[in-house]
């Protein structure tokens, strides 16, 4: 999977909508302190459907909300988008992800425009090897959650770098219906 284009809108301490062009190869993000680098991260995970707000760093999942400061009123959403190629079956075609939370609505997904189900995102990003949880997106501390994680939790991250992850979430997805 390639990602081409990262847009985020309202995202944490991205108030104004931001578009950062993703170019292939090696990308730096470089910033002092507080400036948002692992909130850009962050961003990726939450679009790729991330359901902890913990791990997002917050108490509740609106948390990622811009929330004001005392000369910017909060915001009653956040949006981040993805556009990225060869994810999961989808060959050359460019596919976007986008992810939308509102104030006491929750969150909303669309692919190329459509609506559609947390599980559909889940999906396509298992069959790419990555999303959410793919231990190619290392955020600050994780490095000692590896090294400290139980066995269980760290065959569970070795099975998602060989990419065979995708297989348990079609198994609990075929066994639900
Ligand atoms: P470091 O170099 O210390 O790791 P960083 O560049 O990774 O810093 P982040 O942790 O991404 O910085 O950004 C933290 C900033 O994001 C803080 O200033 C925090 O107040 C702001 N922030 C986080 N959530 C929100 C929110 N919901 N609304 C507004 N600002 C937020
Ligand atoms: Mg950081």
Redesign the pocket.
């Known amino acids: 999977m390639q990602i081409k284009r990262l847009r985020l809108s309202g995202f944490?301490?991205f108030?104004e909508p931001a578009d950062l062009r993703i170019e292939p190869g090696l990308t730096g993000v470089v910033?002092?302190?507080?400036?948002?680098?692992?909130?850009?991260l962050e961003a990726l995970r939450w679009a790729m459907g991330e359901n902890s707000a913990k791990s997002m760093r917050g108490s509740g999942m609106e948390?990622?909300?811009?929330?004001g400061t005392s000369r910017r009123p909060q915001r009653d959403f956040a949006e981040v988008s993805i556009l990225a190629e060869e994810v999961g079956g989808t060959d050359g075609d460019e596919v976007e992800i986008v992810r939308r939370i509102e104030r006491g609505a929750g969150s909303a997904y669309r692919i190329n425009g459509r609506d559609v189900r947390a599980k559909d995102v889940a999906l396509l990003f298992a069959d790419a090897a990555t999303g959410a949880h793919s231990p190619a997106l290392v955020s600050?501390g994780r490095i000692s959650a590896v090294i400290s994680a139980k066995p269980e939790q760290r065959r569970q991250m070795l099975e998602e770098a060989a990419g065979i992850a995708g297989l348990h979430v079609r198994r609990r997805d075929a066994e639900q219906r």
Not at 32 to 37: A, F, L, Q, R, Y
Not at 63 to 67: E, L, Q, T
């Open positions: 944490k301490s108030v910033g002092p302190n507080g400036c948002g680098k692992s909130n850009l948390d990622v909300i811009f929330a600050q």
